[in-house]
C-alpha cells in the first residue's frame, strides 16, 4: 500500500488520475493539492471535491494551490482540450454543499504525519510542488519516500513548442527547483505518456461495464479529450492518459523503463520550459543524489490492462 499526496489540476487526464488513485486497492490517498493548470485554481478545486464526493472520499483533505506560475504570468488555460470546466462536457453540480479546503501549510503537515512512507505524485503544473522549498527549504520533503512526476519531453517534440511539455512550460523555475531540489524524483515524459494511449472501445467497454462510481463520467470526459486530439495530432488512435501511467508506473514496477540522469529546465527564451539531461554514452558524472529517473521506455499494453481492471473495479484482480 502507497500513501500518496497528489498534486494535480483536475483537467481531463489528471482528473482520470485522480479517479484511478481512488479506486486502486494499492493506493492510499492522503490529500489533493489542486491548483491552476488546465483551469483555474477555483475550477479545478471544484472538480476535486465533485470527484472526491462521487467516490465517497470526501474524508480526504483538499489542498487549494496556487493561481499562476511562480514568475507572476498570468496562467494560460486550454478549454478547447479540457472542456471549460476541465471535465470535458461534465459541469460539476454548482451546489457541492460545504467543503473544507486547506491552505499550503497542510502540505507540510501530512508529510510529518508519513515520515518514510509518503510518495508525491506530481501531473499538474510543478508550482505547488516547488513552494514548501521556498517556505521551509530544501529539506521539506526529506521524509518523502519518492517523487513520481508527469512532465518534460526528452530528445523528442514538445506539446506546447518545438522543445517544451505543458507542465514544464507553464512555470519552469518552479519545474527547476523541484528537480534541483527534491531527491528520487521519477520522471514520466512526452516520451512515455505520448503512447500511453487507452483505444475508444476500452472506454465503450467501461462506459457499459464498469462497477465504479465514475462510470457515467469515463467515456464523455474521454471523448471530448479525444476529439481536441484528432485536432491537434491528425490520425491518432486515442488519447494519450499522460497523467494515469505516471500512477501506474508507481504501482506496477516492471511497467516504465528509467534511466539515471541529472535533469534541469530551460528558464526563458525560446527554449523555456525544455527538459535537458545528458544523453551521451559517456555523460559527466554526478552526485547520485542529483540524478532523477527519466522513463524512456514503457509497456503500453500492461498499462491498458491495468487501466481498465481499475476502472472495472475489479480489485481482486489487482490482489
Not at 514538445?158 to 519545474?175: L, M, Q, R, S
Not at 494511449?197 to 462510470?215: E, G, R
Not at 479529450?225 to 491528425?234: D, G, H, I, Q, S
Amino acid at each position: 500500500m502507497y500513501n500518496i499526496l497528489l498534486f494535480t489540476d483536475s483537467g481531463v487526464d489528471d482528473s482520470l488520475a485522480l479517479m484511478y488513485a481512488l479506486l486502486h486497492p494499492e493506493l492510499n490517498v492522503v490529500g489533493v493539492v489542486t491548483g491552476y493548470g488546465n483551469i483555474t485554481k477555483e475550477q479545478a478545486i471544484n472538480n476535486t471535491a465533485y470527484l472526491l464526493q462521487l467516490g465517497e472520499r470526501e474524508d480526504i483533505p483538499i489542498i487549494a494551490g496556487a493561481s499562476g506560475p511562480l514568475s507572476g504570468e498570468l496562467a494560460t488555460f486550454y478549454p478547447e482540450i479540457h472542456g471549460p470546466d476541465g471535465l470535458g462536457p461534465i459541469r460539476p453540480p454548482e451546489d457541492l454543499g460545504e467543503v473544507e479546503v486547506y491552505d499550503i501549510d497542510k502540505i507540510l503537515e501530512i508529510v510529518n504525519q508519513h515520515p518514510e512512507n509518503l510518495v508525491i505524485v506530481g501531473v499538474g503544473r510543478q508550482t505547488e510542488l516547488a513552494i514548501p522549498f521556498i517556505l521551509y527549504g530544501e529539506e521539506a520533503f526529506k521524509t518523502v519516500s519518492a517523487v513520481y512526476i508527469m512532465g518534460g519531453a526528452f530528445l523528442v517534440p514538445g506539446n506546447v513548442t518545438a522543445e517544451a511539455e505543458a507542465n514544464f512550460y507553464a512555470d519552469p523555475i518552479a519545474a527547476n527547483q523541484v528537480l534541483e531540489k527534491a531527491r528520487n524524483v521519477f520522471l514520466h515524459p512526452l516520451n512515455i505518456t505520448n503512447k500511453a494511449i487507452i483505444p475508444p472501445a476500452v472506454i465503450d467497454y467501461l462506459a457499459q461495464n464498469s462497477q465504479t462510481p465514475f462510470k457515467d463520467l469515463i467515456k464523455p470526459v474521454y471523448d471530448y479529450y479525444f476529439e481536441a486530439y484528432k485536432k491537434n495530432v491528425p490520425g491518432i488512435q486515442g488519447a494519450p492518459l499522460h497523467d494515469v501511467i505516471t500512477l501506474s508506473a508507481l504501482v506496477n514496477k516492471n511497467l516504465v523503463k528509467y534511466l539515471p540522469r541529472r535533469v534541469t529546465v530551460e528558464l526563458f527564451g525560446g527554449a523555456r520550459g525544455k527538459s535537458m539531461a545528458d544523453f551521451r554514452p559517456k555523460p559527466e558524472q554526478e552526485p547520485e543524489d542529483q540524478l532523477d529517473w527519466i522513463g524512456m521506455e514503457a509497456d503500453i499494453p500492461a498499462f491498458i490492462e491495468d487501466f481498465t481492471l481499475v476502472f472495472m473495479g475489479d480489485t481482486e484482480s489487482k490482489n
